[in-house]
């Protein structure tokens, strides 16, 4: 069983459902108060309806006829209103647990590390928060009010019954033990089908993100795997139809019998009332009131038996998403954060004997590493594949925390300082730019909500990028398409640039940011990136040693480890790591 299904079997805790609700008490009560009136209200109609029938028809009373049929009137005009005005409050309050829930839960899956990310399916995790909660929201909607209006009406009914006949009112009861047990049969059945058909959307959003974003496409298109993504899509699709078919059947058995049971018990009053035991016991007028309340007593009681099905087939969805909610955040705000100001940090770099290792890996990507990066300077990290390069960036931008050892800048621990603090000190440019599917000037302003459109410009300008956006159909209003593919590498990078600039960070991060671009189109970026990185701390990691060459200090690691240390002249003259690779 994978930890997924782990989550959807446990049980979940309905107090902490209920504590859902829990800041909409003063309204809840409101609602019930509704209900608790309306239900009262509605219950005058059966006893107006036998006064009609044994008093005002019999004595051929026209002013009482007309009064009591005003009444009938009156009554469901009140109940109508009643029941308008505890829909808005209680579908408004649905929905604001409906948003408290998507919100929470895309909050804390920002907080996740990247390591998270790494391992979860995005589609798997878009099905959390839409398929999910979504198919909770009946639930989440109209369950409180559902519960209030039923019971109340259940219990106003059976007390209204009781008033006019108890004896009958035992045969109407008898209905309620196989009613129980067929609904606890079918609930059980709706949760296990319920959370099967969760994980399988979420396989089906897996395969529409893989397969229809822009780089799936490509990747099917050029690998001829077409029928093949289909052919998985079309399975998944039709294992929901079975799925599906389950449930509603489950389900309408279900009501199908209960509709004979129910259905059975208005014939054995009109038996029993005409007995001789029962012959002259009642009026007809009482024994129409009778029926009519026992009719009435079918839809609440039914509707309370449904929402013990909706609750426990929904319990699958609630732990699916709590699972989330419950997750740790392993890169977090400290408890006590020291108060940094990122307009005056100096940008001072400093590793002591950092090491870190993933999880579940054997050994330490990076082991032991202490360098020293004035404010203001250069370090260049170079090394073959996989030699612990990117994680040390990472590592800077606090992506993931050491397992060991410290980084500092300016003397403070990256994990005594605040994210938000830390990302206004420390700017990332890697080889992967990722553009938002908006406007280019939505995705410069990305960096910084509050930016101007002269500061975006100005960016734009220092970046070498301008003239090229100015020369879109639609300036810096230009849609840039997912992913930013209507742009090349080094239009993207130079974007990214430009975006980075923005946030002005002291600390600079490039992540083997020209790896994939030509040589041509290299020196341009690399021209952005000297006006980038002027006055700013900055680790630089490239494969190509030619981009390197002019560092303060570069530092070659292998596996995880510093084996080599100075500049570029010193490095080459000691005819060691370094002198290899630039050979």
Not at 268 to 292: D, Q
Not at 555 to 579: I, K, M, P
Request: aromatic share 4%; net charge neutral; hydrophobic share 45%.
């Amino acid at each position: 069983m994978t930890a997924a299904e782990k989550a959807q079997a446990r049980e979940v805790s309905l107090r902490r459902i209920g504590r859902l609700f829990a800041p909409y008490r003063g309204r809840l009560s409101v609602v019930t108060a509704i209900i608790v009136a309306s239900s009262i209200v509605g219950l005058a109609s059966p006893f107006l309806l036998r006064a009609v029938i044994d008093t005002a028809l019999p004595q051929r009373d026209v002013a009482l006829l007309v009064a009591l049929a005003a009444g009938m009137v009156g009554v469901a005009a009140v109940t109508s209103a009643f029941g308008v005005v505890q829909t808005w409050i209680s579908t408004r309050i649905g929905q604001q647990v409906m948003h408290r829930l998507r919100t929470d839960v895309f909050s804390h899956l920002q907080r996740q590390s990247i390591a998270f990310f790494t391992r979860t399916r995005t589609g798997e995790v878009q099905s959390r928060i839409t398929n999910d909660i979504g198919g909770m929201q009946s639930v989440v909607t109209s369950t409180a009010t559902s519960i209030a209006a039923n019971l109340t009406t259940a219990v106003a009914t059976i007390v209204a019954m009781a008033a006019l006949s108890w004896q009958l009112l035992l045969v109407s009861l008898v209905v309620m033990p196989p009613a129980v047990f067929l609904t606890r049969r079918v609930a059980r059945m709706r949760r296990a089908i319920t959370a099967a058909q969760q994980r399988e959307l979420a396989d089906l959003n897996v395969t529409v993100e893989e397969g229809l974003s822009i780089s799936g496409v490509q990747l099917t298109k050029t690998m001829g795997s077409g029928p093949a993504v289909v052919a998985r899509f079309t399975a998944s699709s039709e294992r929901l139809i079975g799925l599906e078919l389950r449930s509603q059947l489950a389900g309408r058995w279900r009501m199908a019998s209960m509709s004979v049971i129910f259905a059975a018990v208005p014939a054995v009053i009109y038996v029993v009332a005409g007995l001789p035991i029962g012959a002259g016991a009642m009026t007809i007028g009482t024994l129409v009131a009778f029926t009519t309340l026992q009719a009435t007593l079918f839809r609440p009681i039914t509707g309370l038996l449904n929402v013990g099905v909706s609750i426990v087939s929904s319990l699958a969805l609630f732990a699916r998403i709590f699972e989330y909610l419950d997750l740790p955040v392993d890169v977090d705000d400290p408890a006590d954060p020291v108060d940094v100001d990122p307009a005056r940090a100096r940008g001072h770099l400093q590793f002591s004997d950092v090491t870190y290792a993933y999880p579940g890996s054997g050994t330490a990507a990076v082991a032991g590493v202490s360098l020293d990066v004035p404010a203001g300077s250069t370090l260049a990290l170079v090394g073959e594949t996989g030699s612990g390069k990117s994680t040390l960036a990472g590592l800077v931008a606090r992506l993931q925390d050491p397992t060991g050892g410290r980084i500092t800048i300016d003397g403070i621990d990256l994990r005594d300082m605040r994210l938000a603090d830390l990302t206004a000190i420390v700017g990332t440019v890697s080889q992967e730019t990722y553009l938002l599917h908006t406007t280019v000037r939505e995705n410069l302003r990305h960096a910084k909500p509050g930016a101007t459109d002269a500061e975006i410009e100005t960016a734009a300008r220092a970046a070498q990028v301008h003239d090229l956006i100015a020369s879109l159909p639609d300036g810096y209003d230009t849609v840039v398409g997912s992913r930013g593919h209507r742009f090349s590498g080094g239009e993207k990078q130079r974007l990214a640039i430009a975006r980075t600039l923005l946030r002005d960070p002291r600390v600079l991060v490039l992540d083997e940011a020209t790896s994939a671009l030509d040589t041509e189109t290299e020196r341009a970026v690399q021209q952005a990136f000297d006006t980038l990185t002027d006055g700013r701390t900055t680790i630089t990691i490239a494969h190509r040693l030619s981009t390197v060459r002019d560092a303060d200090r570069i530092a070659v690691l292998d596996h995880g480890r510093v084996v080599e240390s100075g500049t570029h002249d010193e490095l080459l003259a000691r005819h060691g790591r370094y002198a290899a690779l630039a050979a």
